[in-house]
C-alpha cells in the first residue's frame, strides 16, 4: 500500500477525465490515477453531507445558514493551497490506473482516503488529510468538473435545498 503524501490534479480534455497524481515531486514512489466523470460526480454530490457531517462549527450553526458556513469553510481552505493543478506538466511517461472507487473515511480529525484501482479488493493507497486539505481536494475535483463541462452546479455546497422556510 502506498502512502501518497502530495497530490496535483491535470485537467486531460481529449481523455475527458481528471488526472490525479500522487507524489509528484516529493521523492516517493508516483501514482497516476484517471477520475472518471462518474466517480468525480458522485463525490462531489456527497461532499456537502461528508462535510457537514464532519465539521464542528458547520454542525453546530443552524440549518439555514450551513450552506452559507461550508461555503466560508471551502472558501479559507483554498485561501492556503497545498494542492495543485499541473497544467503543464508532461504525463506520457507515467501510466495512469484506472480508479475504481475512492472512499473517504473521518477519524480523529482527519480524513482518510483509501484508493482501488482494478479487481483488486484491497486498498492501493491512501492518503490522510486535515479538513482544509480535503477542501482543497473537493474545490480542484470541481474546477475539474467546470473546466470540462461536465454539468456541475457553479456552488459546490448547497447543503440547504431542503431547508425549511421560517418567518421571523
Not at 462549527?57 to 469553510?73: G, N
Request: proline share 2%.
Amino acid at each position: 500500500m502506498i502512502n501518497l503524501a502530495s497530490l496535483s490534479f491535470y485537467f486531460d480534455v481529449i481523455e475527458d477525465r481528471i488526472r490525479l497524481i500522487g507524489n509528484l515531486d516529493n521523492g516517493q514512489q508516483r501514482v497516476d490515477f484517471w477520475l472518471t466523470r462518474r466517480l468525480v460526480l458522485k463525490l462531489l454530490e456527497a461532499s456537502p453531507t461528508l462535510v457537514k457531517q464532519t465539521s464542528e462549527k458547520i454542525s453546530k450553526t443552524p440549518l439555514e445558514h450551513q450552506s452559507a458556513m461550508a461555503q466560508f469553510e471551502h472558501d479559507s481552505a483554498k485561501q492556503s493551497q497545498s494542492v495543485r493543478q499541473e497544467a503543464n506538466l508532461e504525463h506520457n511517461d507515467f501510466k495512469a490506473s484506472l480508479l475504481r472507487r475512492l472512499d473517504i473515511s473521518f477519524q480523529k480529525g482527519q480524513y482518510r482516503l483509501s484508493f482501488y484501482v482494478g479487481n483488486q479488493d484491497e486498498v492501493f493507497g491512501f492518503s490522510v488529510l486535515t479538513h482544509q486539505e480535503m477542501h482543497q481536494i473537493l474545490h480542484w475535483m470541481h474546477k475539474g468538473c467546470l473546466q470540462l463541462d461536465w454539468g456541475v452546479s457553479v456552488s459546490l455546497f448547497d447543503i440547504n435545498e431542503q431547508a425549511p422556510m421560517r418567518l421571523q
